[in-house]
């Protein structure tokens, strides 16, 4: 064979797999942005609106507290550009059995269903940016009464220096049902395949504590609180399994 046939041969053999690859690249270029907005139009999750607003909770639903006296001291108001939703349950309870501004507590309720929502800040966050000291953070056991399951749950604990008193706080997620105690696993939980709804809240009890003081007593009444107040969320407000699950 001379060596202008065997040239033109080699030539012809490449010829074909360059056309070849060529021409799928091609496709890919032509088919792969609508393939790709089929697949996040398909698998994308919606909103989901709780079951009844947050402001029907009722203090009555609790057995350990009371609605707090007039005069209480936290926070009056914190609007939806505060905490970035408008579905905001603000509850200042009391322990049954105290008197005054003794047993104190709030429970601090947000939920966001938009797939696009920003999980907020967390407490220890929002009170160093306000100037407040953390003392400690850590694990705060939950005791979920009359939950159907899970029975048992875990909230981060927080305590943070004020000029008057500590703040002592309990909180965590709720994810689609799963309970969660940071932002990065809230954002995962969110992601994960299965439920075409989404929704998450920040579920928070908050109370004081004199200034250096041993802050477990009053750690014990957030823990309480929460132990109470989440499974009426669970069972009567958040969306159901179910309802995330339809098509």
């Known amino acids: 064979m001379s060596s202008a046939t065997s040239k033109s041969v080699s030539r012809g053999w490449m010829q074909w797999p360059f056309a070849v690859c060529a021409g799928l690249l091609l496709l890919a270029a032509l088919g792969l942005d609508p393939l790709l907005t089929n697949l996040a139009e398909r698998y994308r999750k919606t909103s989901i609106m709780p ?71 967390t407490p220890e966050v929002c009170y160093r940016q306000i100037g407040g000291v953390v003392r400690s953070i850590g694990s705060a056991p939950i005791t979920l009464s009359a939950s159907r399951s899970p029975k048992q749950t875990t909230a981060r604990s927080v305590v943070i220096e004020e000029p008057a008193v500590d703040a002592v706080i309990a909180y965590l997620f709720c994810t689609n049902g799963r309970f969660e105690t940071s932002r990065n696993a809230v954002r995962l939980a969110m992601g994960l395949p299965g439920d075409k709804r989404v929704y998450f809240c920040k579920i928070e009890a908050v109370t004081s504590s004199p200034r250096g003081a041993d802050a477990d007593p009053a750690m014990a009444r957030c823990r309480k609180l929460l132990g109470e107040a989440i499974p009426v969320l669970i069972n009567d407000f958040l969306p159901t399994q179910e309802d995330l699950r339809k098509r």
């Open 51 to 121: 079951r009844q607003p947050l402001a029907n909770f009722s203090a009555e639903c609790l057995p350990s507290f009371k609605p707090a006296p007039e005069g209480s001291p936290f926070i009056d108001h914190q609007s939806d550009n505060d905490v970035g939703t408008d579905d905001i349950l603000l509850l200042r309870l009391q322990e049954a059995g105290a008197d005054g501004l003794d047993g104190q507590v709030l429970l601090f309720v947000t939920y966001y269903s938009d797939p696009d929502d920003k999980v907020p800040h």
